[in-house]
Every structure is written in structure tokens, then in C-alpha cells.
């Protein structure tokens, strides 16, 4: 059952007020003394009214509060707000915040003292900061740029990768409007304002890469997507721009297109049938050579097998082949074999095998050479008759 005040400094106009109040209320001489306290500072101390009454108010507050110098200066000032911690009964320390004031009661001059319990509000406080250090960490450390824009462009953060990719400081670029800086070229820009389009429409934008521009006027490659900060209950809050670097990517893929090609006219040029399969046997590139054999089209065989050109029982010799390279890794070379066509004629064939690897060093698929030995094999039997007459 809950205790009721016993004290009765207060009058009655003035206890229906001290009670209802929605803090822990304390009536308190200039030296501390606790003259009246209402009921919340019961369940907020743990101290009943006997207890509070005889206690100063030094007395629930941490040692390292100098309540003295407090008291000086609220005659000062008449009164003052601040957040300090409390301890209770039981010893333990909890967050307040505390707001003071001056009156005279009877003619003494008497403090008011509500302290409210803002443990919640620390504890907000602390996962927000916390989640605003993880924001931060994750907004510098990125390896791309990174823009915060509200809805006209202009900007409200931008991280150090982003300045550094377009060559200027953070007071070049804070408060502007990124859309007329002339950072963007008419692609991009486009490209961007499209962007933040799609994401009022369907609240996700899909990533594309196009250009930018630096301070010099150094057009570069660069990837651009876009996401919208969210607040709490999914309102909108600002649009983010992620820029990233391509230029390295791009030489990497024209380099490796320019291998590519080097590759096929070697290929091409050559009389042999040559083949790179994957590890269920598909072709992923082919010869012009191999593809004149099955009289497809190099693309024709893309993605398909032996057994879509060639009889069963000849596709399942290759097949067989192809997983003993890919189970074992052992090379097969110079390995003879009779062909014998639609039409009913007879090719020999000389057949090479190794395994394809990838940048861990594990077995991806095959790669083969086919020479065609008929004229060969021909020579021989006809030296082998010559040489037995």
C-alpha cells in the first residue's frame, strides 16, 4: 500500500500540485535539509518519508556532486536545470536530470528540487550515438564516395573518398547543390535525377555505370546507385549517392578484351580443332577449325555438349575422357583415335587433354586440341605395305 505524506509544510492549495507532478518532488532548506518529498520520490529513492525527511539532499546524489557549491549557485541564478545520477537505496546509480528553484514558504526561503529518471532517454541516446559512430565508420572507411542529398541535391555530407575522387575539399562541396556543380556530365547527370525518380517511384534504383568529371576536367569511369536514408516508421529522410571508381575495371576489361581477341585470331588461324569446356562438359569457346567439323558456327556450340553433334557412343568417349582429366588432373596427350563420319568415311585424329584452372589452382574444365592424322596414318600404312612386298 502505497505511503502517503505525513508532512504538512505544504498547504493544501499547494499538496494536490507536489503530489500529481510527474517527477520526484523534494522540498529542501538552502542547507540541503529535506523538508517535504511526494510519493514518486519514494518508489524513484527506495527511502520512505521517514527516511527522506531525516536525510539531506546531498544524500541522494553521488560524492562527487558538491552540493554546496550547487546551492551558491542556485541562489545565484534563482534556480537552474542540469543531469547529474542519483543513487538509491540499495547503493545503486541511475541517470537524472534535475531542475531547481527558489521560493519562499512562510516567509523562508525554500528550493524546489524535481528529478526525473531519464535512464531510457541515456540508453536512446547511447544506441543513436552508437548507431551514428557506426554510420560514420562506415561512411568514411567505404572505398567508394559517398553523398548525403536532401531532395533539391543539395549536399549535407559527403565523405573523404568523394572529395578525393573529384579533387576538392569538404567546404567546396558542403552546401551545394551537387546537381549544378558541373561534376556530372549531361549522361550522368540524367542519370542521377532518373535515379532518384525511380526511387520515389519503386523505392529501389538499379546501379549503372557512366562518367564523371573532376575538378580538372578529367572525365572518368564510375559506377553510380543510390538508396534512400530511412528514418524510424519508413519515412523518407535523404537520398544517398554512392559513386564508385571504375577506371581500373575498365582498362582490366578492355585489356582482357583486347587478350580475348588476340586469343580467338590465334585460334582461328589455326588448322587444329581447339576447345575450352567447363566442368559439366559445356563448350565456352571454340575454334573456327572445331566448329567447321560439326558445320556450326563457333556460337553454335556455345553452352552445348558433344553429345549434341555427335553420335552417342563417340560423345560418351569424350565425355569419359574429359572426366578422367577433370577427377584426376592427368594430362591426356597425343591420344589416337578412328572417327568415323555420317557419310561412312574413316578420320584419325591425334587428341590432347589437360585440365583448366582457376586463380585458387581448382580444376574448372578441359581444354583439348584435335589434330586431324588421316594423311599421316595414310602415309604409314602405305610405307608399312612397301616395306612388307
Known amino acids: 500500500m502505497l505511503e502517503e505524506p505525513k508532512n504538512k509544510s505544504l498547504d493544501g492549495r499547494y ?6 507532478v510527474n517527477a520526484a518532488a523534494f522540498l529542501i532548506e538552502l542547507d540541503g535539509k529535506i523538508l517535504e518529498a511526494n510519493q ?4 524513484l529513492s527506495g527511502y520512505n518519508w521517514e527516511d527522506l525527511t531525516k536525510m539531506n539532499i546531498s544524500d541522494v546524489f553521488p560524492k562527487s556532486v558538491d552540493w554546496s557549491q550547487l546551492i551558491e549557485e542556485i541562489m545565484s541564478k534563482g534556480g537552474m536545470n542540469f543531469e547529474s545520477e542519483n543513487v538509491r537505496k540499495d547503493g545503486t546509480f541511475f541517470p537524472v536530470s534535475v531542475s531547481t528553484s527558489l521560493f519562499k514558504l512562510d516567509e523562508k526561503p525554500v528550493m524546489l528540487a524535481l528529478i526525473w529518471d531519464i535512464t531510457e532517454r541515456k540508453q536512446a541516446e547511447k544506441k543513436l550515438k ?13 572505398i567508394d564516395g559517398m553523398l548525403v542529398l536532401d531532395a533539391r541535391g543539395e549536399i549535407l555530407d559527403v565523405n573523404s573518398r568523394a572529395l578525393e575522387l573529384f579533387g576538392l575539399k569538404e567546404e567546396d562541396m558542403m552546401g551545394n547543390n551537387f546537381l549544378s556543380m558541373g561534376l556530372l556530365t549531361p549522361k550522368s547527370l540524367s542519370i542521377v535525377v532518373n535515379q532518384f525518380q525511380e526511387l520515389l517511384s519503386k523505392k529501389i534504383a538499379v546501379s549503372q555505370e557512366t562518367e564523371a568529371i573532376n575538378r580538372d576536367g578529367v572525365i572518368f569511369d564510375v559506377e553510380l546507385s543510390s538508396f534512400f536514408l530511412v528514418k524510424k516508421d519508413n519515412e523518407i529522410d535523404n537520398f544517398v549517392l554512392v559513386i564508385r571508381d571504375i577506371r581500373d575495371r575498365k582498362q582490366a576489361e578492355i585489356k582482357l578484351s583486347h587478350e580475348h581477341g ?12 581447339i576447345y575450352f569446356k567447363d566442368d559439366e562438359n559445356r563448350f565456352v569457346m571454340v575454334n573456327k577449325a572445331k566448329a567447321a567439323h560439326s558445320n556450326v558456327k563457333p556460337e553454335e556450340m556455345i ?10 557412343e563417340r560423345a560418351r568417349k569424350a565425355f569419359d575422357d574429359d572426366q578422367e582429366v577433370i577427377c584426376t ?7 589416337i ?7 561412312g568415311s574413316e578420320r584419325w585424329v591425334s587428341v590432347t587433354k589437360i585440365p583448366r584452372f582457376d ?14 592424322i588421316t594423311e599421316l596414318k595414310r602415309l604409314e600404312e602405305l610405307y608399312k605395305k612397301e616395306t612388307q612386298q
Open 359 to 372: 586463380a585458387e589452382g581448382n580444376i574448372i574444365g578441359t581444354m583439348g586440341i584435335s589434330r586431324d
Open 337 to 343: 583415335e578412328k572417327l568415323t563420319r555420317i557419310d
Open 40 to 43: 514518486k520520490s519514494y518508489w
Open 15 to 20: 499538496k494536490t500540485l507536489f503530489e500529481s
Open 262 to 273: 588476340l586469343l580467338q585470331t590465334l585460334m582461328d588461324s589455326v588448322p587444329d580443332s
Open 130 to 142: 552508437e548507431s551514428e559512430e557506426k554510420y560514420e565508420g562506415l561512411f568514411e572507411c567505404t
Open 329 to 335: 588432373g592427368k594430362f591426356i596427350i597425343n591420344k
Open 303 to 312: 553452352c552445348k555438349t558433344d553429345f549434341d553433334f555427335f553420335p552417342e
